[in-house]
């Protein structure tokens, strides 16, 4: 297994996290058995990484990884989690959850622990409720040890929250087709230059970047008989200041995947950063239309969110991943006019940079969602 050096810090975790986010349910509960099996076989190979949070799996997460990792010796492995804003309505409540979720997770410590997924709103909540005083009390308490974010908006956002605090750590989504988006490739550059260690979410884009057409995947395949997720998880791993890499492994093949991909651990090379290069290439070319998401072309007469469907129209085209489409698509019913709703008025292609011919392009769309949906 490969591990990684935390800078200065007396802290040394294995390059593979072990995300619980995704674990199998029945019923609406976890899959014990299943997933105790994937978690035994990560630990006895290495991983000494596990991340959890308040509302994974309705909230029944960090209790059954409490019990998971129970029966392996404290000191041997590295635990996160998170404060989750969406489920602490007051400044009480925030001071309140550490125990709540130390008791949950059956343990009198959590290594690293995360105000979650910050943003331009949370971050008011994190100013108005001084929620850095109540970690850091819980550090100098001995209840956390490590204080860090988790972050998803942009780069501006991104830069003033490293300015808000000397952080332990930070965790960002990062990947060979997410170099552009959120903080990007360029934040974590910030990171590295501040020496602040990096674990990374979402290396394979939700999955995204374990299969593609098969005319994609051979590109890879030509080169090496590895695993298509393997090479996203080298790219990213290849980053000197990425300490920890999740991956939310819910299957068995998974979970074998990556503990050979990280048990010999291989920096990509400048020919596999070619071949990097050209999958991305050919995922841009089937790419359903070309935009760029600048919202020029808002507000729209029929009140479409157009930017948004078409980043959906581009995901599905790319990855042909029904289940985030299913997910995107329900997301959008709550804030946009449906897309059969256009008047053909013109006005957004008049107003679009890429020269879109916004209403022929909603109508394809319309016709591939008719048929998945
Ligand atoms: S043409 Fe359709 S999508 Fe464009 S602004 Fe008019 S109603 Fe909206
Ligand atoms: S103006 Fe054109 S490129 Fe910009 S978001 Fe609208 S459709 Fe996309």
């Given at each position: ?12 975790t ?6 619980a ?9 976890i ?28 909230g029944?997460?960090e209790?059954?990884?409490?019990k ?37 997770l ?31 009390r ?18 501006e ?43 990374i ?17 051979k ?30 492994m ?16 291989k920096?990509?090379?400048?020919e ?17 239309v ?16 157009i ?51 916004v209403?022929?392009?909603l ?11």
């Open positions: 297994m490969e591990y990684r050096k935390w800078y200065d810090q007396d802290i040394n294995s390059l593979l996290g072990f995300g986010m995704r674990l199998k349910t029945h019923d609406g509960e899959d014990e058995e299943k997933a105790m099996a994937l978690i035994d076989y990560a630990y006895y190979n290495g991983v000494n990484y596990f991340d959890t949070a308040m509302p994974y799996t309705n029944k997460n209790s059954f990884l409490g998971a990792l129970k029966r392996y010796p404290r000191d041997s492995f590295y635990l996160a989690t998170k404060m989750s804003f969406g489920m602490i309505n007051s400044r009480e409540e925030a001071l309140n959850i550490i125990d709540k979720q130390l008791a949950n059956q343990t009198n410590y959590i290594d690293m622990y995360l105000l979650h997924a910050l943003n331009k709103n949370s971050i008011k909540r994190v100013e108005e409720w001084n929620v850095l005083d109540i970690v850091e819980w550090k100098q308490e001995g209840k956390i040890r490590n204080i860090g974010f988790s972050f998803h908006d942009d780069y956002t991104f830069i003033k929250i490293l300015d808000m605090y000397n952080w332990d750590f930070s965790q960002i989504q990062l990947n060979y087709m997410d170099t552009d988006f959120q903080q990007g490739i360029k934040g974590y550059y910030d990171l590295e230059e501040r020496g602040i260690p990096t674990v979410m979402e290396p394979l884009k939700g999955g995204k970047l374990a299969h593609f057409h098969e005319s994609i995947e590109i890879f395949k030509e080169y090496s008989d590895d695993s298509i997720a393997s090479w996203a998880f080298r790219w990213v791993g290849s980053l000197p200041g990425v300490k920890v890499i999740l991956s939310g819910n299957e068995m093949d998974q979970v074998i995947d990556n503990i050979k991909t990280f048990s010999v651990f920096p990509i090379t400048i596999e950063e070619k071949r990097i290069d050209q999958v991305k290439a050919a995922l841009y070319a089937i790419k359903a070309d935009c760029t998401a600048c919202r020029y072309c808002m507000p729209c007469t029929a009140e479409i969110d930017p948004r469907f078409f980043a959906l129209y581009n995901m599905f085209s790319m990855y042909g991943d029904i289940d985030d489409a299913k997910w995107r698509f329900d997301q959008l019913k709550k804030g946009s006019s449906m897309i059969d709703k256009c008047i053909e008025c013109g006005k957004c292609v008049k107003q679009c940079p890429q020269k879109i011919d209403p022929l392009q109508k394809k769309m319309a016709k591939i969602m008719d048929f998945l949906f």
